[in-house]
């Protein structure tokens, strides 16, 4: 499974902090009915907007930070933890959507403000992968692999790779690492990787 896997090399993006709002939050953040548009046309069931916000931790701020489109169900502002220490909120590693217990943050627009009392995250970083594709490597929706970031002087392998089995629409693969991540592995938006095995079985290996 891992010399085929290994084969099919997919791109790794880097994001940057962004939020995730809800139609509630946008309203009072930047009045009434604002649209979240994409910065450019898209089929993408996410996308960039044009509207920016700025967020207030206790030490620090980020002025101009994106807000993703469309709006969602739940506040969530994604960072990385070089981001969090610059704030001054504890850098707490979680899943997209998983954010009971995570610190709040204040978010200014145009209009008003917002202050969440929970939804800042570090994301874990992840492989989105088609059922086609999870179906040809016995790959199921939660595993943890060993994700290979390819680059010309610093390639490396980050464990703790969770995949989502459902997405991209291809057959194919997509992971995202936060901007800590890709500074580690020297590239600044995109690169490409693959997957060199399951994280439990390759631990066994080195062990046996």
């Not at 040809?136 to 692999?145: C, K, L, P, T």
Request: hydrophobic share 40%; net charge negative; charged share 25%.
């Amino acid at each position: 499974m891992a010399n085929e896997i290994a084969k099919e090399k997919f791109p790794v993006l880097v994001s940057a902090r962004h939020l995730h709002l809800t139609r509630e939050t946008v309203d009072i953040l930047f009045g009434k009915d604002h649209p979240i548009e994409p910065v450019e046309p898209t089929e993408s069931r996410q996308f960039l907007s044009t509207t920016r916000a700025t967020v207030v931790g206790p030490k620090g701020r980020f002025e101009n930070v994106a807000v993703m489109g469309p709006c969602r169900k739940f506040n969530q502002f994604e960072i990385s933890l070089t981001d969090a220490r610059a704030l001054g909120v504890p850098g707490i590693i979680r899943m997209s959507e998983d954010i009971e217990g995570t610190p709040g943050i204040k978010i200014v627009g145009t209009v008003g403000e917002v202050t969440l009392d929970k939804g800042v995250i570090v994301a874990k970083r992840h492989i989105h992968m088609s059922p086609a594709m999870a179906e040809r490597h016995n790959i199921q929706d939660g595993d943890v692999v060993w994700l290979v970031i390819e680059s010309e002087e610093r390639t490396l392998i980050f464990d703790d790779t969770v995949v989502r089995v459902g997405g991209p629409p291809d057959e194919g693969a997509l992971a995202h690492i936060d901007t800590d991540e890709g500074n580690a592995a020297g590239i600044a938006k995109m690169a490409y990787g693959y997957i060199a095995g399951k994280s439990d079985e390759l631990k066994k290996k080195l062990l046996s």
